[in-house]
């Protein structure tokens, strides 16, 4: 199949804090692929700022840009309670659709846009672009090489302080931590599980910001393979935790800025076959074990080199050039069921 370089007429949907200050500058640098073609806001000096940077047009609604027949792509960046709205206004429209996280404020939701893509004439991806943090990706290397042994806990946390007052800390508006960093984590989480959800225990608090919603999470995640991720994020810590701890059954590794600190059992020693001794013990605990470890810093700097920018690039190739776009809908939709769950029973439901 011949490759095609054209690019995609994009027209993005909300141009404020994401649409204006992350995916336009995302868009710098790759104008062989992309063309922002329209915009649409509500607020008025929105539509003037992005129609003087960019010479594009702009609309006052979703609905009215999706009825422009040059724009192929509908870039969402709308609150997180209009997404779905949004999403299915420009798939019944023929158009591509680009979701920005959360894809939905719930699991049930989220399923509503099943049968709209079904019928669709364009595709929707979903924008989990912390699939491509380059830490994240170096993590999965590291785990899959066996280095650490037998992986049987990860712990991830996004976590600082903040009396964040916006509208992400009110319920109504789809606030709270769940979806903000939720889905990024959650996904992190689930790809790192490495097998289906067996079992899961949630708890959700609001610590520091002042509306209603839940700043501080806590997830666990136990797979059917046994292992078990332990997520947190939090608005109400004072005190940081590194990203990213690993422990296996031959070593560990835990972040520290833009380096893994690694401690392992040196893979060229094998390990003599050992036995408990039921016997009564002398002064130690156990008999004498010379382990060779070996302790180093590493840069995060995986094999595959990608950024968070990198899905403009993977969703380009999936609509010019058929390729396989590597956030699939059903694992998105799995990070939706676990928000869902999380809140079951709590006040933020």
Known sequence: MKKTSKPINVGIAGIGRAGWGMHCPELKGRENQF???AACDTLPNRRTRMADAYQCRTYNSVEEMVKDP???????????????????????????????????????????????????????????????????????????????GDVYEIKLRRNGYGRRDDWQTIMRCGGGQLLNWGPHIIDHALRLLGTPVADMWSDLKKIAAVGDAEDHIKIILKGTNGRIVDLEISGGSALGEPEYLVHGSRGALRSEGAKFHLRYIDPKQKLTLRRANPGDPEESFGSADTLQWVEKDIDICPALNVSMTSIWDYLYESIRNKKKFPINFAEALEVMNVISKARKGTPFN
């Not at 939905?104 to 912390?130: C, D, T």
């Open 35 to 37: 063309r922002i073609m």
């Open 70 to 148: 040059e724009v192929e792509l509908i870039d969402i960046a709308t609150r997180s309670t209009e997404h779905v709205k949004h999403a299915l206004l420009a798939l019944k429209a023929g158009k591509h659709v680009f979701l920005e996280k959360p894809m939905a404020v719930s699991y049930a939701e989220a399923k509503k846009l099943v049968p709209a893509m079904q019928a669709a004439k364009g595709k929707l991806f979903i924008r989990h672009n912390r699939r491509f943090e380059p830490a994240f990706q170096h993590v999965r290397e590291i785990i899959a090489s066996g280095l650490l």
